[in-house]
């Protein structure tokens, strides 16, 4: 099973290995002709699901077009909504949670926990930058952004954004899954690598107790209490 896109606005699609190919972008309602396909991404759970965007910019097409199809190419379905701002350049499904999409346009990163029906723009740290593309590390379940002007991001830990939905936000507060703590053993090393080293922010060691609340916290102190499953309460 493979796909195609093409830079003149072609969708190809085989299912027999590359002996025969079927070009099925003329399935994709509401695109113009010959806009430039620039990523086409095959799902990870079921192989006649695969996700493609365009980008007509060149021509002066500023529209945003993200698409899925769930027959193979047969029929296409827009996912683009108001709140996705931008054209964009790439679309990823996640590794773990099928419904959970990231979709990066000239204007920032966008997530769908919804399959694409609802987008929202990724802030935090991260500007109102070209996103080019996304990549989701299978082990440590960490989100890679590739940006035009201000490098890669890291978006450390998926656990609880793989964790969210629509019930989910609906509820005043809700403790989140995280990814486990690792208690490193204390090592040094003595090196120099000049302008050649890479420096990040290392994860604490400490474990993450990630939740959600739907209203967001102003005014005095939070205090939220943690208890273990027999009831015995661990911090404060």
């Not at 989140?176 to 060691?205: C, I, K, Y």
Request: no cysteine.
């Amino acid at each position: 099973m493979i796909w195609v896109g093409t830079d003149d606005g072609n969708v190809q699609v085989t299912r027999d290995g590359g002996k025969h190919w079927t070009n099925v972008v003329k399935n994709v309602s509401g695109l113009p002709a010959g806009t430039w396909v620039s990523t086409v991404e095959a799902s990870h759970f079921d192989p006649a699901v695969a996700y493609a965007t365009f980008d007509g910019h060149a021509t002066g097409d500023m529209k945003t077009y993200v698409y899925r199809t769930a027959d193979y190419g047969k029929t296409w379905s827009s996912l683009s909504t108001p709140e996705l701002n931008g054209y964009a350049h790439v679309v990823r499904e996640d590794l773990v949670n099928k419904n959970l999409l990231f979709a990066g346009t000239e204007f920032g990163l966008f997530l769908s926990i919804d399959g694409g029906a609802h987008w929202a723009q990724f802030k935090g740290e991260l500007p109102n930058v070209a996103v080019r593309d996304i990549a989701i590390h299978p082990r440590e379940s960490d989100l890679l952004v590739a940006t035009h002007g201000r490098g890669i991001y890291i978006l450390d830990d998926l656990t609880p954004i793989r964790a969210l939905t629509p019930e989910i936000l609906a509820k005043d507060f809700v403790i989140l899954p995280a990814r486990a703590s690792v208690l490193n053993l204390a090592a040094s090393e003595q090196r120099f690598d000049g302008d050649a080293e890479f420096m990040g922010r290392t994860p604490p060691e400490a474990a993450s107790i990630v939740y959600y609340q739907k209203k967001r916290h102003i005014f005095g102190d939070l205090k939220v209490d943690i208890y273990d499953d027999k009831g015995i309460m661990l911090t404060s």
